[in-house]
């Protein structure tokens, strides 16, 4: 699910980046948050970061006592994306394994469904092997497939979402 916040954030640009007129300022700001928002990628609070879409307010710089740099406190909206319990959401498989698949959806890319999570459907092997069922639907790498977020789990250190999905559900299943 998409999500527009707005948040607050500290950017801080080094004094040689700073002219006399400080006609770069405003363009230094926005540069440095930017790559501050980019490089983040993902907090457990709001999901991965996509955007920044404005810029609302720019504070009052405050020298650094140490560096010499500047930090500017800024407020701005954004665009963040996370998967929630009981959301359905389509995803594309990128891994086949014996007991079950690896989807991507957004920026998540360990999105799992187990095999046990698949009512009717089993697993053909061969060189592309897919999930097979009797209505000869099949769940292979690059199939679209719609289905219903189980759990998701946080993982600090790879700063990264893994979530746990299932076809159990009405409307649930590849997509043609």
């Not at 405050?62 to 701005?76: E, W, Y």
């Not at 996370?82 to 959401?89: K, P, S, T």
């Not at 009512?119 to 209505?135: I, M, S």
């Not at 990264?160 to 043609?176: H, I, K, N, T, Y």
Request: hydrophobic share 45%; glycine share 8%; proline share 5%.
């Amino acid at each position: 699910m998409f999500l527009e916040v707005q948040l607050p954030w500290n950017v801080i640009i080094p004094a040689e980046n700073l002219d006399e007129k400080g006609l770069m300022l405003q363009r230094s700001i926005i540069i440095r948050l930017l790559d501050d928002f980019a490089s983040k990628k993902a907090t457990k609070e709001l999901g991965y970061y996509l955007a920044v879409t404005t810029l609302l307010n720019i504070g009052e710089g405050k020298v650094r006592q140490h560096t010499g740099d500047i930090l500017f406190p800024v407020v701005f909206r954004g665009i963040t994306f996370n998967l929630f319990r009981g959301e359905i959401v389509e995803g594309v498989v990128h891994k086949v394994l014996k007991h079950g698949v690896f989807l991507r959806c957004g920026p998540m890319e360990h999105i799992y469904l187990s095999s046990t999570k698949m009512p009717d459907y089993r697993y053909v092997p061969g060189e592309n092997p897919v999930f097979l069922n009797e209505k000869l639907s099949k769940i292979g790498k690059d199939a679209m497939v719609r289905v219903i977020v189980l759990a998701t789990m946080w993982l600090e250190v790879e700063r990264e979402f893994r979530a746990l999905v299932s076809l159990e559900g009405d409307f649930l299943g590849p997509v043609s």
